[in-house]
């Protein structure tokens, strides 16, 4: 299993483009960047280009203030077609095999069937996109308590949209702090999801700071995953409590 570090939340004491190279500095060779819009791209990538380290997930702009996506907005197509052609180009300058695709919050008035009808449409028509460009769409559950409203807060209701959809470009994105926070088994969602995850991200809750001993749950879902031959991208996805490096301490917790 391989370390991503996520440069959006990671290293916050540096510019941007300054984080790729304290991550290789750390021992990442992946990166996830969130939201590389409305930035000079040409520094960036020459930043990741020199420190070794690959971008290997950003997400789809996601909108307006309080939006969080538009894939699962009834009415806003075109908007989401205009953000994902946006997604698309971006990952392929930096060379990103992953793009996730943001579902948004369900509007006022607009039933969650309807949404999730909205969000397979919009899916069935831009994956052909993706995968004529060598991406991998994911989607991913965000808890109630930190995102209210979002589309979907647990893996099993994403992989049931997954299939409906029934398309192996478009995959899971496991975050294993947005399960804990839903107060599920981590462990029993990761099994049960396994053959829809593509991609694996991490956290401590309640805080979303580093992991650590007490979160036993998290490191037996990922030794679990681990056990299955999963060889994918682990992303540290959190706010450091202090300075990154030194609490990259709890790295020791995870299996080998």
């Given at each position: 299993?391989?370390h991503?570090?996520?440069?959006?939340?990671?290293?916050?004491?540096l510019?941007?483009?300054?984080?790729?190279?304290a991550?290789?500095?750390?021992?990442?060779?992946?990166?996830?960047?969130l939201?590389?819009?409305?930035?000079?791209?040409?520094?960036?990538?020459?930043?990741?280009?020199?420190?070794g380290?690959?971008?290997?997930?950003?997400?789809?702009?996601?909108?307006?203030?309080?939006?969080?996506?538009l894939?699962?907005?009834?009415g806003?197509?075109?908007?989401?077609?205009?953000?994902?052609?946006?997604?698309l180009?971006?990952a392929?300058?930096?060379?990103?095999?992953?793009?996730?695709?943001?579902?948004?919050?369900?509007?006022?008035?607009?039933?969650?069937?309807?949404?999730?009808?909205?969000?397979?449409?919009?899916?069935?028509r831009?994956?052909?996109?993706?995968?004529d460009?060598?991406?991998?769409?994911?989607?991913?559950g965000?808890?109630?308590?930190?995102?209210?409203?979002?589309?979907?807060a647990?893996?099993?209701?994403v992989?049931?949209?997954?299939?409906?959809?029934?398309?192996?470009?478009?995959?899971?994105?496991f975050?294993?702090?947005?399960?804990?926070?839903?107060?599920?088994?981590?462990?029993?969602?990761?099994?049960?999801?396994?053959?829809?995850?593509?991609?694996?991200?991490?956290?401590g809750?309640?805080?979303r700071?580093?992991?650590?001993?007490?979160?036993?749950?998290?490191?037996?879902?990922?030794?679990?995953?681990?056990?299955?031959?999963?060889?994918?991208?682990?992303?540290?996805?959190?706010?450091?409590?202090?300075d990154?490096?030194?609490?990259?301490?709890?790295?020791?917790?995870?299996?080998?």
């Open positions: 299993m391989r991503a570090a996520n440069l959006s939340l990671l290293y916050p004491h510019p941007l483009v300054e984080r790729p190279a991550a290789a500095t750390d021992g990442f060779r992946g990166a996830e960047v939201f590389p819009y409305g930035i000079d791209l040409g520094p960036l990538r020459r930043a990741f280009d020199e420190a380290v690959s971008v290997v997930l950003i997400n789809t702009p996601p909108g307006r203030d309080g939006e969080r996506g894939a699962a907005v009834p806003a197509e075109e908007r989401f077609d205009e953000a994902f052609a946006l997604a180009q971006t392929r300058y930096l060379g990103a095999p992953r793009v996730h695709v943001m579902a948004g919050v369900v509007p006022h008035g607009v039933a969650q069937p309807e949404a999730i009808r909205t969000l397979v449409a919009n899916l069935r831009v994956a052909p996109q993706a995968a460009a060598g991406v991998t769409l994911t989607l991913e965000l808890n109630r308590s930190d995102f209210p409203g979002y589309c979907y647990t893996p099993a209701a992989c049931a949209v997954l299939a409906e959809l029934d398309d192996p470009t478009v995959r899971l994105q975050d294993l702090y947005h399960t804990a926070k839903e107060d599920l088994a981590v462990l029993a969602e990761i099994e049960a999801a396994r053959p829809w995850i593509d991609h694996v991200q991490i956290a809750p309640p805080d700071h580093e992991p650590g001993e007490a979160d036993t749950d998290l490191f037996d879902a990922v030794g679990w995953l681990a056990g299955t031959g999963y060889d994918g991208w682990l992303g540290f996805e959190y706010h450091p409590a202090g990154t490096t030194a609490g990259l301490v709890w790295r020791r917790l995870l299996p080998a």
